[in-house]
């Protein structure tokens, strides 16, 4: 079987380690892409051990590993519990998660995932998803587009540029990268093109593969599926990501605080494991996708 090009997995050592890898244990990882943290999490099981993978793409099916210990799920991790209950896991002991795109999806320029490549407008983890880039850009309305480019991609301008793209579909329909960043240019100065197109991408992307929510019902489901003392070791690459996860590590939720007993007592689901940790310089130098990752462990009370 052919192996898809990626690249070197982002805080490989760290992220396992975070697991504390039992030799009979039973691990997910959730974003199994070209399989390098799976790889190095079998390394430290034993003969019983069992590790489990999700990963939607079904590129990523290409790099499965033939090994008796391993199974790959072709599907979102949004449906962990589901699919652990339907293998017969009801608890695992650790989970990681690689979450944002691989670089499998973003060198391959049909994709449309990449600022660098001229492409149709797609951007789907799930290749047979219905809802695409294409879809969003010119069938959302302003409003739509608006809080999009507000929420999710950070972008002083969202409202302007909401509006230039309704008027461009208007005349033409958007079918291309090009056509977008054409649409947009009054928004894009060459100083800043780059880092704003990467935002409006962002943006489109999380949207057509409704990250957040995907990610929310994941960590939900965490607290079922993990033994007591079980270990979540998770990277993010942005703060809309990260912010969901630091919240939920430290409260079991996303917004607000946990209630006190009448001792003034909180019970929460985890225990956050030391700070989070950052790659080297060393890293970034070799693996560029590693510039904006950030690691976080948790442990299951």
Excluded: C, W
């Excluded at 940790?277 to 693996?287: F, G, M, R, T, Y």
Aim: glycine residues 8%; proline residues 3%.
């Amino acid at each position: 079987m052919m192996l898809m090009e990626y690249h070197n997995p982002v805080l490989l050592q760290e992220t396992v380690a975070g697991l504390q890898i039992k030799p009979n244990g039973v691990y997910v990882d959730v974003t199994f892409g070209g399989g390098g943290h799976s790889r190095e999490i079998l390394k430290q099981l034993g003969s019983d051990g069992k590790l489990i993978a999700f990963d939607q793409d079904k590129d990523a099916l290409e790099n499965a590993i033939d090994d008796p210990r391993f199974m790959l799920i072709n599907e979102n991790f949004r449906y962990l519990k589901r699919f652990l209950r339907f293998y017969g896991h009801k608890e695992v002991d650790g989970i990681l998660g690689d979450f944002g795109v691989s670089s499998h999806q973003f060198d391959a320029p049909e994709r449309g995932f990449s600022t660098r490549f001229e492409a149709d407008l797609d951007m789907r983890m799930n290749q047979e998803a219905d809802l695409s880039a294409f879809q969003v850009i010119n069938k959302y309305s302003e409003s739509d587009l608006r809080k999009i480019f507000s929420q999710y991609g950070e972008l002083r301008a969202a409202a302007g540029m909401a509006r230039v793209v309704v008027e461009a579909r208007g005349l033409e329909t958007i079918k291309t990268s090009n056509q977008l960043k054409t649409a947009l240019g009054r928004f894009l100065p060459k100083h800043k093109e780059n880092k704003i197109l990467a935002q409006v991408y962002q943006a489109i992307r999380i949207e057509v593969n409704q990250e957040l929510e995907a990610l929310k019902e994941f960590l939900e489901q965490t607290v079922d599926v993990l033994k007591p003392g079980g270990r979540l070791s998770l990277i993010s690459y942005h703060s809309l990501e990260d912010r969901l996860v630091k919240r939920f590590m430290r409260n079991g939720m996303f917004e607000g605080e946990p209630e006190k007993d009448v001792f003034g007592r909180v019970e929460v689901p985890f225990k956050p494991i030391g700070k989070f940790v950052l790659p080297s310089e060393e890293e970034i130098k070799e693996n560029n996708r590693a510039r904006s990752a950030k690691l976080r462990v948790a442990e299951k009370l």
